[in-house]
C-alpha cells in the first residue's frame, strides 16, 4: 500500500486504480481519500489539507469534478455512455475529473467496453477509481490498465475493538464474550458488525449481554457444546442425545453447532500443544484447560475431521437432527476408553477418518443401545427438521392480509443474519402462501440456509401459518428496508467510516493521507441506487 502513497507523493501517477476486498472493509472511504489526495488545493499529496473548499466539498458529497457511481444500480451502456462522454470535458475546477465506480464487477459487458475505450486512451485529467468486491468478474482488459489494491477483512479483535469504543460512547454496557460474538458473525465486515451491533442493542434493551446476543444470532451456547464434549469424556451417549434434544427444542442450527463443534475442537488442539495460545480474558479459559488435558491430541483430531464430515453431511441427512446426532454417535464410538492408557489405541495419523471403531470398541458400552434409541431416538424422530417445526395451523387458502415489506421486517421477530437478510430483501410477489423476495447480487452471502429457514420460521410465526418463501438473486425495483433505513442512519454511517480508519492497516494510509476523513461524513455506499434497475445485463 505504500505504493500508492508514494506513487502520489513523487507524480507517478496511474489513470485507473482498482479497489478490491470483500464487503465493509472501507473501499469506498479509500477512494474518496485518494480523491481529495489528487485534488487536494495545497497539490497532489498524499497528505490532503483536508481543509481547502475542494477536500471540504469532496467530504459532503457534493465536488462537482467527483462522479460516483454505484454499477450495482447503474449497468447500463447507455449510461455508462454519458457518463463517459463528460469525461472529454475538463474539470470544472479540479486538476482531475475522478470518477469512483463502485461494484464495477457489476458492468454489463457493453458498458465494460465502452468504459475499456476511455481507458485505453484516457483524456489526461481524468481518473477511475473502481471498487469492488469480486475482482475475477472484471474483465482482464480492464484489470490489465489499473494498479490494483486489496483491502484486508478487518480482523475480529480489531472489529471487537472498535464495537467496545462504539458503545463506551454511548455508555451501553457489554460483555466482552458478547462482542466477541458479533465481531465473529460479521466475517470481516465493520459495517456488518455495526448493523449486528445495532440490534444487539435493540435486542438486549439497552444491554448487549451474552445470551441476549447468543439467541440472536441463534449462536449455540457454549454450554451445549462443552457438555458433549463432557458427555464423550465420560462415554455417555444418553447424555449426548439429551443434549441434542435440548438443542432441537430449542432450535438452535445444528449446522452452527457442528462449526462451533470443530472450533471448540481446534482450540483445545491448540491449548495442549501451546498453552500460551490460551488468552487470559477468555471466560471459558478453566474448562478449555480442563477438557484439553482430558482428551488425547489424536482424539480430538479425529473429533475435528468427524465435526467437519458431519457437517459437510447434513445437507444430505435425512433431517439436521438425524445428520447431527450420527456426527456425535460416531465421535462416541471413537470416544477415549476412559480406563485404558490414552492413546494405545489411536488411530493411525494421516488426514482420513476411518470408521472403524477403535480395536476395544467398548465405546458404546455404557450408553447401552437401548438407551440411545428410546423416544428420541434417531429412527423414531418424527420428521421434524429445523425448518419444520412450525405452527401446527393448516394451510389457509385465504389471501395473506395487506402489509407493507418494509414495516413487518421492523416487527419482524427475527434477529441476526437472517434479520439481515430481510432487511435486504425486497418483496416482489405473494401468490397465495408463496412470498417472493429478491436479494440483490452485493448480498448473496445472506442467501445461506440456515438464515432463509430462520426467516422462513419467523414469517410463518408471523402470519400463523405455512408458507413458501423463495429468494432469487437480482437488482430489486424498490429500495429494501436496509437501503430505507440507511437514509436516516447518517449517525452509524458516520461511526463506521470512523471505524475503518481505526483499522491499522487503513490507519496507515490515512495517517499518510488525512486524519480528517474520520470526523466527516461519507455517504453511504448505496445511496445510488434508487435508481432504474439494470436492463441489459
Ligand atoms: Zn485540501
Redesign the pocket.
Known amino acids: 500500500m505504500r505504493a500508492l502513497t508514494n506513487a502520489l507523493s513523487q507524480n507517478r501517477l496511474h489513470h485507473a486504480y482498482l479497489m478490491t476486498g470483500t464487503r465493509g472493509v472501507g473501499k469506498t472511504t479509500l477512494a474518496r481519500v485518494m480523491a ?1 489526495a489528487l485534488n ?3 497539490g497532489i499529496t498524499p497528505e ?5 473548499s ?2 471540504l466539498e469532496i467530504d459532503a458529497g457534493r465536488f462537482v469534478d467527483l462522479i460516483e457511481l454505484d454499477a450495482a444500480s447503474n449497468t447500463q451502456v447507455d449510461q455508462m455512455r454519458e457518463l463517459l462522454e463528460g469525461a472529454l470535458y475538463a474539470p470544472a475546477r479540479a486538476r482531475f475529473k475522478v470518477y469512483i465506480i463502485d461494484e464495477v464487477h457489476m458492468l454489463s459487458r457493453s458498458a465494460f467496453n465502452a468504459m475499456l475505450k476511455t481507458l485505453e486512451e484516457p483524456p489526461e485529467h481524468v481518473k477511475f477509481i473502481l471498487a469492488t468486491t469480486d475482482p475475477q468478474k472484471v474483465p482482464v482488459t480492464v484489470l490489465s490498465r489499473c494498479l490494483q489494491f486489496n483491502l484486508k477483512q478487518i480482523p475480529v479483535p480489531q472489529i471487537r475493538g472498535q464495537l467496545g469504543h462504539v458503545l463506551a460512547q454511548e455508555g451501553i454496557a457489554s460483555e466482552p464474550a458478547a462482542l466477541n460474538l458479533i465481531a465473529h458473525a460479521a466475517h470481516g465486515s465493520m459495517r456488518d458488525a455495526l448493523s449486528l451491533l445495532d440490534q444487539a442493542i435493540a435486542y438486549g434493551a439497552g444491554e448487549v449481554g451474552e445470551a441476549s446476543v447468543r439467541a440472536m444470532l441463534g449462536a449455540v451456547d457454549q454450554e451445549f457444546l462443552f457438555g458433549i464434549l463432557d458427555a464423550l469424556g465420560h462415554n455417555d451417549g444418553v447424555g449426548l442425545i439429551r443434549i441434542a434434544d435440548e438443542m432441537q427444542g430449542r432450535s438452535l442450527s445444528f449446522e452452527a453447532a457442528l462449526q462451533d463443534l470443530a472450533s471448540l475442537l481446534h482450540k483445545l488442539a491448540l491449548v495442549q500443544t501451546v498453552p500460551e495460545a490460551l488468552a487470559a480474558d477468555d471466560p471459558d479459559a478453566l474448562r478449555v484447560q480442563t477438557l484439553a488435558q482430558q482428551f488425547a491430541p489424536e482424539d480430538l483430531q479425529l473429533y475435528y475431521q468427524i465435526a467437519l464430515q458431519g457437517r459437510a453431511d447434513l445437507n444430505v441427512a435425512p433431517d439436521e437432527y438425524a445428520g447431527f446426532t450420527m456426527t456425535l454417535l460416531r465421535m462416541l464410538a471413537f470416544a477415549p476408553d476412559v480406563s485404558a492408557s490414552i492413546g494405545a489405541s489411536s488411530p493411525s495419523g494421516g488426514g482420513a477418518v476411518t470408521l472403524e471403531p477403535k480395536p476395544d470398541s467398548r465405546g458404546v458400552a455404557k450408553a447401552s443401545p437401548a438407551a440411545i434409541s428410546q423416544p428420541p431416538s434417531i429412527a423414531a424422530a418424527p420428521l421434524q427438521t429445523m425448518a419444520a417445526a412450525p405452527p401446527q395451523v393448516e394451510a389457509p387458502r385465504a389471501e395473506l392480509p395487506n402489509f407493507e415489506w418494509a414495516d413487518l421486517v421492523g416487527r419482524l421477530k427475527v434477529g441476526g443474519m437472517a434479520r439481515m437478510l430481510a432487511q435486504h430483501s425486497h418483496l416482489t410477489g405473494i401468490v397465495d402462501n408463496r412470498l417472493d423476495l429478491c436479494v440483490p447480487e452485493a448480498h448473496r452471502h445472506l442467501l445461506e440456509k440456515p438464515y432463509r429457514d430462520k426467516l422462513q420460521l419467523a414469517l410463518e410465526e408471523h402470519f400463523g401459518r405455512r408458507l413458501r418463501v423463495e429468494f432469487t438473486l437480482g437488482q430489486p425495483s424498490a429500495l429494501t428496508p436496509a437501503q430505507l433505513e440507511d437514509q436516516d442512519r447518517q449517525q452509524k454511517q458516520r461511526e463506521a467510516v470512523a471505524a475503518i480508519d481505526r483499522d491499522p492497516f487503513v490507519r496507515e494510509l490515512v495517517e499518510h493521507f488525512d486524519a480528517r476523513v474520520v470526523d466527516d461524513s461519507v455517504r453511504p455506499a448505496s445511496s445510488g441506487q434508487n435508481q432504474e434497475p439494470a436492463g441489459d445485463r
Do not use: L, N, S
Open positions: 481529495k487536494c488545493e495545497t490532503p489539507c483536508g481543509k481547502c475542494t477536500c
